[in-house]
């Protein structure tokens, strides 16, 4: 089992692009959460999900980004239109689900917007 | 509204030494709390949780629900300690999510 595995690990846009975070689970988790690190900050929770539902999305910035986790294949953080202040580590976790269950973390997407 | 607090940016101490990080919580329901640690490079990996009870590579941390507080301890720290150590807390009642502080940056010097 290789563990949530995140790419790509670094990802550079110029202001105005699109950057999308691919996320893979580990094998048998169904529940993925995404979190952002700015600088100098701790992670803060942006989205919960299950294939192919949202269930909280209560820390998402209410425009540009979105996320889903389809059916197959790995979850999306997308970000719309960047701007220099989603500069950020971007780290996925996933679990088995609900219940006080062990949330295993990705190595985390490093965005920078120039 | 969950809110963890690590008053803490950076402990330095000596190897040998004892080490404490501390950790407060805000929370009106039954909480479970955890520590993670992040190593230089590597992913974030959790640590211990507060169900468990248990020791981890020397480390304890106890919950003390009347001060609100869930610190780390270590009596000798070692240098492989240094790291990057991130208290979080979650409920079922919040889907799960974790609410963390904003890290300590433990530094081990030989």
Wanted: aromatic content about 10%; some cysteine; charged content about 25%.
């Amino acid at each position: 089992n290789a563990g949530v595995m995140q790419n790509p690990r670094h990802l550079v846009r110029r202001r105005g692009q699109e950057a999308r975070l691919r996320c893979s689970p580990m094998k048998g988790h169904s529940h993925v959460y995404w979190y952002r690190q700015l600088p100098e900050e701790g992670l803060k929770f942006m989205v919960y999900l299950q294939k192919e539902n949202i269930i909280d999305e209560s820390g998402m910035p209410k425009e540009r980004f979105s996320a889903e986790f389809p059916k197959e294949g790995p979850s999306i953080l997308r970000i719309q239109q960047v701007v220099r202040g989603d500069s950020a580590a971007y780290f996925c976790a996933s679990s088995h689900g609900q219940g006080a269950t062990e949330a295993f973390f990705g190595q985390g997407t490093r965005l920078t917007v120039v | 509204a969950q809110r963890v607090t690590q008053p803490e940016k950076l402990l330095s101490v000596f190897k040998g030494a004892p080490v404490e990080l501390k950790c407060n919580y805000s929370y009106s329901g039954s909480p479970e709390l955890f520590w993670y640690v992040q190593y230089s490079r590597q992913r974030l990996q959790l640590l211990l949780r507060h169900i468990s009870r248990e020791s981890i590579k020397g480390f304890t941390a106890d919950l003390n629900k009347g001060e609100t507080s869930f610190h780390l301890k270590k009596p000798f720290a070692q240098e492989e300690d240094s790291a990057m150590y991130y208290c979080a807390l979650t409920s079922a009642a919040a889907g799960n999510k974790l609410t963390f502080g904003g890290g300590t940056r433990v530094l081990v010097k030989p």
